[in-house]
């Protein structure tokens, strides 16, 4: 049997993580603005912005993580540019929620 690379299984595991991460940010911060626009229920954007808050902290977390790792240059620019992204959607959903 073949020795298996821890490290590079933690990798591929956090890869994994946050590319299940991902498509839930984007339908939560999808949901918010649609909130914002349609229904304007104030305790239902309240809750959405905790869980955009908690999700960018979760975000960070596996995007710091992984920038640790430093595997992949294809895969990190994809991760970085995906990232940054997100976290500029994040910034723009919380300004409209709170205007």
Same mark, same amino acid.
């Given at each position: #049997?073949? =020795? %298996?690379?821890?490290?590079?299984?933690?990798? /591929?595991?956090?890869?994994?993580?946050?590319?299940?991460?991902?498509?839930?940010?984007? &339908?939560?911060?999808?949901?918010?603005?649609?909130? +914002?626009? $349609?229904? /304007?229920?104030?305790?239902? =954007?309240? +809750?959405?912005? %905790?869980?955009?808050? @908690? =999700? @960018?902290?979760?975000?960070?977390?596996?995007?710091?993580? #992984?920038?640790?790792?430093?595997? /992949? !240059?294809?895969?990190? !620019?994809?991760? @970085?540019?995906? $990232?940054?992204? #997100?976290?500029?959607?994040?910034?723009?959903?919380? &300004?409209?929620?709170?205007?």
């Amino acid at each position: #049997m073949r =020795n %298996l690379d821890v490290k590079h299984l933690a990798y /591929h595991v956090l890869v994994g993580l946050y590319f299940i991460w991902l498509p839930i940010f984007i &339908i939560l911060i999808a949901l918010t603005i649609n909130s +914002v626009i $349609y229904v /304007h229920n104030i305790q239902l =954007n309240k +809750v959405l912005l %905790l869980w955009i808050f @908690l =999700n @960018l902290v979760i975000g960070t977390s596996l995007f710091a993580v #992984m920038q640790l790792f430093g595997y /992949h !240059k294809k895969l990190g !620019k994809v991760i @970085l540019y995906s $990232y940054f992204a #997100m976290a500029a959607a994040c910034v723009t959903t919380v &300004i409209i929620t709170i205007n």
